[in-house]
């Protein structure tokens, strides 16, 4: 049975707490032993973030998962994650590797962590979701960034794909009549 993360999570807060960063400390607590139970330790560390809007700068939500009224989405499509870990996307589930975490919501990835397979399952992903390209349209060209992710990574899986009109008939040959 898979669990399902467009059920937004909350947690209370004591109201009568004088300390506030001690209950920050408690509620991040909470959270984390919450999201380590429901989306397992391995992709704990990386959904939890999309709960705190202070530290939502370094996540990815242009290529990556994003939150949109309680529900996590990459490009058209509504993403879930087990207690495993592993991701589920259009009734397809994606193994929970450190790598494909990183890719699917760090603005900069560690490379370190990412393999091969977890290339070829981010670019299986961002191909089944749309969400590489310009407002996640099936018809649209690939929707390019000057950020470190586009460059490092994006880039580099659709280096041969959709070039403007203009480049394309630069690479055309001429004909001879």
Same mark, same amino acid.
């Not at 001690?22 to 973030?49: C, H, K, W």
């Not at 018809?139 to 009109?165: E, M, Q």
């Given at each position: ?5 467009? =059920?937004?999570?909350? #947690?209370?807060?004591?109201?009568? *707490? ?5 209950? *920050?400390?408690? #509620?991040?607590?909470?959270?984390? *032993? ?30 990556? #998962?994003?939150?949109?009224?309680? $529900? ?24 929970? =590797?450190?790598?494909? &975490? ?6 900069? $990835? ?41 460059? *490092? ?20 040959? &001429?004909?001879?009549?």
């Amino acid at each position: 049975m898979r669990r399902l993360l467009h =059920t937004p999570l909350s #947690i209370k807060r004591d109201d009568d *707490d004088d300390d506030e960063s001690t209950g *920050d400390q408690q #509620i991040e607590r909470e959270i984390l *032993d919450f999201g380590a139970m429901t989306v397992g330790a391995l992709a704990n560390p990386y959904v939890s973030p999309y709960l705190y809007e202070s530290k939502r700068r370094g996540l990815d939500t242009e290529y990556g #998962i994003r939150r949109e009224d309680g $529900v996590f989405m990459i490009g058209d499509s509504q993403v879930s994650v087990d207690r495993d870990g592993n991701i589920h996307i259009k009734d397809v589930e994606f193994p929970a =590797t450190k790598g494909l &975490w990183e890719l699917l919501t760090r603005k900069k $990835v560690d490379t370190n962590s990412v393999t091969r397979d977890d290339l070829k399952q981010y670019k299986t992903i961002l191909e089944m979701t749309n969400a590489h390209l310009k407002g996640y349209n099936p018809n649209a060209n690939i929707h390019t960034s000057k950020g470190n992710k586009f460059r *490092d990574v994006n880039s580099k899986l659709f280096s041969t794909t959709r070039h403007s009109s203009t480049e394309a008939a630069l690479r055309r040959k &001429w004909v001879r009549y």
